[in-house]
């Protein structure tokens, strides 16, 4: 078991992420009050430009198998759009830099959905090609959601 970061889209560039990490720090001041010691935090993150809405506790199913990840590893998310409480919200569409917050999730469980069949049929041809599908998921929970 060991922590990794997990990047939004495993594809970016190291020249991004540089340019990433010289951001300024923006100033959470009350958004760090008004939270309660991270009780009424929450965020969105994003997964493979898809947006999950997450608190701490909170357990998000992947309708995939990601890459390289087991059962019981730690990820550390670096691509995080909002941060907010009941009071004060702080949105950045580029992207909060990743000084300002820690969000760590635990691969609980990877699975599979149920098996169903896909029935695949040409434009004006009676024969339909049946094909099985029973594609993975990958279940999340939220351990760590705080403001540095």
């Known amino acids: 078991?060991?922590?990794?970061?997990?990047?939004?889209?495993?594809?970016?560039?190291?020249?991004?992420?540089a340019s990433t990490s010289a951001k300024i720090v923006p100033d959470l001041v009350p958004l760090k009050l008004d939270s309660i010691g991270s009780q009424s935090l929450y965020s969105v993150i994003s997964i493979y430009n898809k947006k999950y809405l997450v608190t701490k506790g909170d357990k998000i199913i992947l309708p995939f198998k990601l890459k390289d990840a087991e059962v019981?590893?730690?990820?550390i998310f670096n691509q995080v759009l909002t941060l907010g409480s009941p009071q004060y919200?702080?949105?950045?569409?580029?992207?909060i830099p990743q000084e300002a917050y820690n969000i760590q999730a635990k691969v609980?469980?990877?699975?599979?959905?149920p098996y169903y069949e896909v029935i695949r049929k040409k434009q004006r041809c009676r024969r339909g090609k049946t094909i099985p599908v029973e594609p993975y998921q990958t279940h999340l929970m939220i351990n760590e959601l705080k403001l540095t």
């Open 1 to 17: 078991m060991f922590a990794r970061t997990f990047q939004g889209a495993l594809s970016l560039s190291s020249r991004r992420l």
């Open 72 to 75: 019981g590893d730690s990820l």
């Open 89 to 95: 919200t702080y949105h950045d569409a580029k992207g």
């Open 108 to 113: 609980v469980e990877i699975t599979r959905e």
